[in-house]
């Protein structure tokens, strides 16, 4: 059984920034790659930043430079640090894995943290 788990979001002044963290754990054999997804009130789940096991990163344009996605292969965590906060980055930010477990090659997510952005 593979499980992420999220932590870092909170409550931010615009401006501001946090860093999110997500570690995987259980039987994993191989991580092709690991992201991030936010999920705003009334809105559709859309990619943030994703990076590749062979280091290559996506990022949105809405974060491009001001997000940065990142990695610890050993301890299967990767990181968004998120600087100059907007309002409109206020949603619930779901980690996402794309790797090889027990059960073959699956796409896991995160239960969610959520990052309000607000003055």
């Known amino acids: 059984q593979v499980q992420l788990v999220e932590s870092g979001g909170g409550l931010v002044q615009p401006g501001g920034s946090l860093k999110l963290s997500c570690a995987a754990s259980g039987s994993i054999f191989k991580i092709n790659g690991m992201g991030w997804y936010r999920q705003a009130p009334g809105k559709g789940r859309e990619l943030v930043a994703f990076?590749?096991?062979?280091?290559?990163?996506n990022y949105a344009d809405s974060v491009k430079g001001r997000f940065t996605i990142s990695r610890d292969n050993a301890k299967n965590t990767t990181y968004l640090q998120m600087n100059s906060l907007k309002p409109e980055d206020t949603a619930v930010y779901y980690c996402n894995a794309d790797l090889v477990g027990v059960m073959g090659g699956m796409d896991y997510w995160g239960k969610g943290t959520l990052v309000t952005v607000s003055s």
């Open positions: 990076l590749t096991s062979g280091g290559s990163t």
